[in-house]
């Protein structure tokens, strides 16, 4: 079966549909191919190796978004990717439902394009730009992330965008500018979930201005060698990978560059268990759970292994500087 997904309206074949039989053959045909190299196939080399891994259906799913492996210090973990579709399907998106797989079932109402992303606050000129403009204030790079949720489970993700550092510099913050707060779309006719009271919409998210700027901290276009999936925050969304997941903000419509600390929406529906700073820290549990492990998604099965939750997940040598001299345990 050929399904046409809700975006764009790229044709892609389910995994399920193939036989062995065609699979071991495409797997042939894949190998050899892959070995001519990724880029005679016009496909990324993620997409290619989903593929591959998936048995050869040669799947392209929405628009190709063309990246360099990234060179930044720590943005490139060894770790084997999550599944395309383990990452695709298990979301927090919480304007399209609380289960986690509302959002891939949801999330197709969501309006990616056309996008604009508003500057606003501590900068030379407040002003309002389009998406296609700000996507060229950087080089696109590809950054194979560890990603930590609060709740207790990882993936490791290939995102693509370029540092958060170059759209600030492009901005140019004003002296007092001190915090990022970033403000993401609420929009009722497409979001299910904002009849849902969890949060005063919209989602809010906030970096303080040297986290912001830490090379690490990436905007983010896409994912697996492909623009974002509307389920993992399309057209552009956060990822800072030594905070916990709910810090990396979904279709972000607004930065505003302001001199106090934001009020963030999980510390705001629940202060005593979210803090502003949320780093990854297995030595600071959560009130009601520890933090100290992890369930990597894609090991599970009978056994559930755990893995040991790192500090700053894993980013300590790149990110921890940050931090000297403040008491992590009361700025959670
Ligand atoms: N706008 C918005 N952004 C959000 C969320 C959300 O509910 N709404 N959930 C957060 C949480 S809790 C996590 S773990 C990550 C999940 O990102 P992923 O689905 O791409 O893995 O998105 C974060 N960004
Ligand atoms: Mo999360």
Same mark, same amino acid.
């Given at each position: 079966m050929l399904i046409r997904t809700q975006q764009d309206g790229f044709i892609h074949p389910l995994s399920s549909e193939i036989t062995e039989q065609a699979a071991y053959a495409n797997r042939r045909q894949l190998l050899r191919q892959w070995s001519a190299g990724a880029a005679a196939l016009g496909m990324g080399s993620w997409a290619q190796r989903e593929a591959f891994a998936q048995g050869g259906a040669a799947a392209v799913k929405l628009a190709a978004l063309p990246a360099t492996q990234s060179s930044v210090q720590g943005a490139m973990t060894v770790e084997k990717a999550t599944s395309y579709k383990d990452a695709t399907t298990y979301n927090n998106f919480y304007e399209f439902g609380v289960?986690?797989?509302?959002?891939?079932?949801?999330?197709?109402?969501?309006?990616?394009?056309?996008?604009?992303?508003?500057?606003?606050?501590?900068?030379?000129?407040?002003?309002?730009?389009?998406?296609?403009?700000?996507?060229?204030?950087?080089?696109?790079?590809?950054?194979?992330?560890?990603?930590?949720?609060?709740?207790?489970?990882?993936?490791?993700?290939? &995102?693509?965008?370029? $540092?958060?550092?170059?759209?600030?510099?492009?901005?140019?913050?004003?002296?007092?500018? *001190?915090? #990022?707060? %970033?403000?993401?779309q609420a929009d009722p006719q497409t979001m299910p979930g904002l009849r849902g009271g969890y949060i005063d919409w919209p989602y809010l998210e906030g970096l303080r201005m040297d986290e912001a700027m830490h090379p690490l901290s990436l905007l983010t276009f896409g994912m697996y060698g492909e623009v974002l999936p509307k389920q993992n925050g399309a057209p552009v969304r956060l990822v800072v990978p030594w905070k916990y997941g709910f810090k990396s903000g979904k279709s972000i419509v607004k930065i505003r560059f302001v001199e106090k600390q934001p009020v963030i929406s999980w510390a705001k529906s629940a202060p005593q268990e979210y803090g502003f700073y949320s780093n990854v820290n297995p030595t600071v549990d959560h009130?009601? &759970?520890?933090?100290? $492990?992890?369930?990597?998604?894609?090991?599970?099965?009978?056994?559930?292994?755990?893995? *040991?939750? #790192?500090? %700053?997940?894993?980013?300590?040598?790149?990110?921890?500087?940050?931090?000297?001299?403040?008491?992590?345990?009361?700025?959670?």
């Open positions: 289960d986690k797989s509302d959002p891939a079932r949801n999330a197709h109402t969501l309006k990616a394009a056309p996008w604009t992303i508003e500057v606003e606050g501590l900068v030379k000129k407040p002003t309002r730009f389009n998406l296609e403009d700000v996507m060229k204030w950087g080089a696109m790079q590809e950054r194979i992330y560890r990603m930590r949720c609060v709740e207790g489970w990882s993936m490791v993700i290939p &995102w693509i965008g370029y $540092s958060l550092s170059d759209l600030i510099k492009r901005v140019e913050p004003l002296p007092g500018a *001190k915090y #990022l707060e %970033f403000v993401t009130p009601r &759970w520890s933090q100290a $492990s992890e369930r990597r998604i894609g090991e599970g099965g009978l056994l559930d292994k755990k893995r *040991k939750t #790192l500090m %700053f997940n894993g980013y300590e040598a790149q990110v921890a500087s940050l931090y000297t001299g403040m008491d992590l345990a009361k700025n959670f």
